[in-house]
């Protein structure tokens, strides 16, 4: 395809470290798309939430160090694993003593189970996913001193992925701060107010965003953080919450963007 003069954007795994090919979240890094940019690689599902979270973040205070757990759905296997699920959850139902499953999905019934294991594992106890979110976020976000801790959890849910994020930073962002910056960067939404009438008589309730928020139209397109707290054990941290389509802004509508980039750059004509 390069060969016939398409610009290719891939969503394969083989290619996203490869110094000359660029890895674009178009929110994050836009400016390393340019008219040399033949082949485009975009980055796993749970980097490109990942990320859109701690950009603009980093820009206000300089991020030193991220301890990221991810609650990710069973889809962001595939198809299988979402058939597995749906066939999980009768027998489950029944006894959880006895729930088939394909073990060339997963390593147990993954049905009212957490699994934390995504990916195959590293020589170093690590996993495949967990290594994809330090080194492609190190990369689009340009900065390889961005120390990453994290730890990738298969959860029983359809599709859309979680992320529980504690940050340090070399300059103090208040809470209220972290979420006026998040406010104003692209693709993000803050779901993060008091939430006063609730039936569990809780007058200092937040409001927060769940995987299922994404199935609504007006969400399914976008990140969706919540519970913006200040982390009291650190001189400059936070604590958040963000949750996305890792069908969507995780996979193809993140191609899409990456090619309406180019579009409007002038580097493609549609």
Not at 125 to 151: A, H, R, W
Not at 200 to 208: F, Q, S, V
Request: proline residues 7%.
């Amino acid at each position: 395809a390069q060969e016939a003069g398409a610009v290719c954007i891939d969503n394969g795994s083989d290619f996203r470290l490869d110094p000359a090919i660029p890895l674009i979240v178009p929110e994050v890094n836009p400016e390393a798309a340019t008219s040399e940019s033949r082949f485009i690689a975009s980055p796993n599902c749970s980097t490109i939430q990942l990320v859109m979270v701690l950009h603009p973040l980093h820009q206000a205070a300089r991020i030193r160090r991220v301890v990221v757990s991810t609650y990710q759905s069973v889809s962001g296997w595939g198809v299988r694993a979402y058939e597995d699920l749906l066939n999980q959850i009768p027998q489950a139902l029944k006894s959880l003593n006895k729930v088939s499953f394909d073990p060339t999905v997963f390593s147990s019934s993954v049905a009212f189970n957490c699994l934390p294991h995504v990916d195959k594992f590293t020589p170093d106890g690590y996993t495949k996913e967990e290594m994809k979110m330090v080194l492609e976020t190190q990369k689009i976000i340009g900065d390889e001193n961005i120390n990453i801790s994290p730890t990738a959890v298969r959860v029983p849910v359809l599709v859309g992925h979680g992320e529980s994020i504690n940050i340090e930073t070399e300059n103090r962002l208040s809470a209220s701060q972290a979420q006026e910056v998040l406010s104003a960067a692209p693709g993000i939404l803050v779901m993060d107010e008091l939430n006063k009438d609730n039936p569990r008589h809780d007058p200092l309730e937040r409001t927060y965003p769940v995987p299922l928020d994404i199935r609504k139209p007006e969400y399914q397109d976008l990140v969706l953080v919540g519970r913006i707290r200040e982390d009291s054990t650190l001189k400059n941290g936070l604590n958040l919450w963000c949750v996305a389509d890792n069908l969507r802004k995780g996979a193809a509508l993140n191609v899409v963007q990456v090619g309406e980039l180019l579009i409007k750059k002038g580097i493609i004509r549609p």
